[in-house]
């Protein structure tokens, strides 16, 4: 590199430095506002894997599958599919309608003709019948005047308990997994293309430090913050188009912001070995290693 490079790039740290100094450190990570996730908000969610590689046996910390929202599952009963209505909302209990079209349930073969409408007193001809058959399926019937009311409500109790609940359990983490999924693909798109005001960066966290102020001290004094962080980027599988958490080359940070160095004193050391123990060839910080954040 050349002395003009040099030189440059010392005015550029400079300038990036004198920003940093007059920013006021974040000392809870959850008060990032672009984008924070923890540990205990994936681990169950359907279509997430922790700890893998990829085909090119690079590690990946995470990955999200590309999952699709899932609408109610409907009921095998055509008797109850007739009077069932779904809300806007998914996570909203479906109903019973008030009433319906009789030719609904008749169309679907679940009543007969001659058992949903009272005879009427018509000429005997083809065409009179037509017509009444017409006129009669136009009708509507309540539900609480419905002869199999009782079959209905209890198709409807089934449905609810053995179907609905159930599929609704699994559908909100379902959709979790698709926020998720969501939240990092806009992220990436700002990454990438320096959409946002400020330069950003997607770190991962670990080992939260925790320092919870006494009555007498003001919220200022708490801390929560991660102790270690490193780099990571985001990459998308073309193949299945799932996201790909996957660490970056970069020397892993001891996070020393949100503490004071006057007020700790030991922390300069602590920084100092940090260092020297991540400027080792032979480490690598891995949240799934211990033994790449252990000091032995």
């Given at each position: 590199?050349s002395?003009?490079?040099?030189?440059l790039?010392?005015?550029?740290?400079?300038?990036?430095?004198?920003?940093?100094m007059?920013?006021?450190?974040?000392?809870?990570?959850?008060?990032?506002?672009?984008?924070?996730?923890?540990?205990?908000q994936?681990?169950?969610?359907?279509g997430?894997?922790?700890?893998?590689?990829?085909?090119?046996?690079?590690?990946?910390?995470?990955?999200?599958?590309?999952?699709?929202?899932?609408?109610?599952?409907?009921?095998?009963?055509?008797?109850?599919?007739?009077?069932?209505?779904?809300?806007?909302?998914?996570?909203?209990?479906?109903?019973?309608?008030?009433?319906?079209?009789i030719?609904?349930?008749?169309?679907?073969?679940?009543?007969?003709?001659?058992?949903?409408?009272?005879?009427?007193?018509?000429?005997?001809?083809?065409?009179?019948?037509?017509?009444?058959?017409e006129?009669?399926?136009?009708?509507?019937?309540?539900?609480?005047?419905?002869?199999?009311?009782g079959?209905?409500?209890?198709?409807?109790n089934?449905?609810?308990?053995?179907?609905?609940?159930p599929?609704?359990?699994?559908?909100?983490?379902?959709?979790?997994?698709?926020?998720?999924?969501?939240?990092l693909?806009?992220?990436?798109?700002?990454?990438?293309?320096?959409?946002?005001d400020?330069?950003?960066?997607?770190?991962?966290?670990?080992?939260i430090?925790?320092?919870?102020?006494?009555?007498?001290?003001?919220?200022?004094?708490?801390i929560?913050?991660?102790?270690?962080?490193?780099?990571?980027?985001?990459?998308?599988?073309?193949?299945?188009?799932?996201?790909?958490i996957k660490?970056?080359?970069?020397?892993?940070?001891?996070?020393?912001?949100?503490?004071?160095?006057?007020?700790?004193?030991?922390?300069?050391?602590?920084?100092?070995?940090?260092?020297?123990?991540?400027?080792?060839?032979?480490?690598?910080l891995?949240?799934?290693l211990?033994?790449?954040?252990?000091?032995s």
């Amino acid at each position: 590199m050349s002395i003009y490079a040099r030189r440059l790039a010392s005015q550029i740290e400079f300038i990036k430095q004198c920003a940093l100094m007059k920013k006021t450190p974040t000392q809870d990570f959850t008060k990032h506002s672009d984008f924070t996730c923890t540990e205990e908000q994936v681990i169950d969610l359907p279509g997430i894997s922790l700890n893998i590689t990829d085909d090119a046996s690079e590690d990946v910390w995470l990955r999200v599958e590309r999952l699709r929202e899932n609408s109610a599952p409907k009921p095998n009963s055509s008797l109850l599919a007739n009077w069932l209505k779904f809300p806007a909302k998914f996570s909203d209990q479906p109903l019973l309608q008030e009433k319906i079209n009789i030719k609904n349930l008749i169309d679907d073969g679940v009543i007969a003709y001659e058992e949903a409408f009272t005879p009427f007193e018509v000429d005997d001809t083809y065409h009179n019948e037509l017509l009444d058959i017409e006129a009669s399926s136009e009708k509507e019937v309540y539900l609480k005047d419905f002869s199999e009311r009782g079959l209905v409500q209890k198709e409807f109790n089934d449905y609810l308990k053995e179907i609905w609940k159930p599929w609704l359990a699994q559908e909100k983490l379902v959709r979790q997994s698709v926020d998720l999924y969501s939240s990092l693909f806009m992220l990436n798109q700002q990454l990438q293309g320096n959409l946002a005001d400020a330069q950003l960066e997607l770190v991962w966290g670990m080992g939260i430090a925790l320092r919870k102020s006494n009555d007498n001290e003001q919220s200022s004094k708490q801390i929560k913050y991660p102790l270690l962080t490193q780099s990571v980027e985001i990459t998308l599988d073309q193949k299945t188009m799932a996201l790909l958490i996957k660490p970056t080359l970069s020397t892993p940070t001891l996070e020393t912001e949100p503490f004071s160095i006057e007020e700790n004193q030991g922390l300069a050391k602590l920084l100092k070995n940090s260092k020297e123990f991540y400027g080792s060839e032979d480490v690598s910080l891995n949240p799934f290693l211990p033994s790449s954040y252990e000091l032995s």
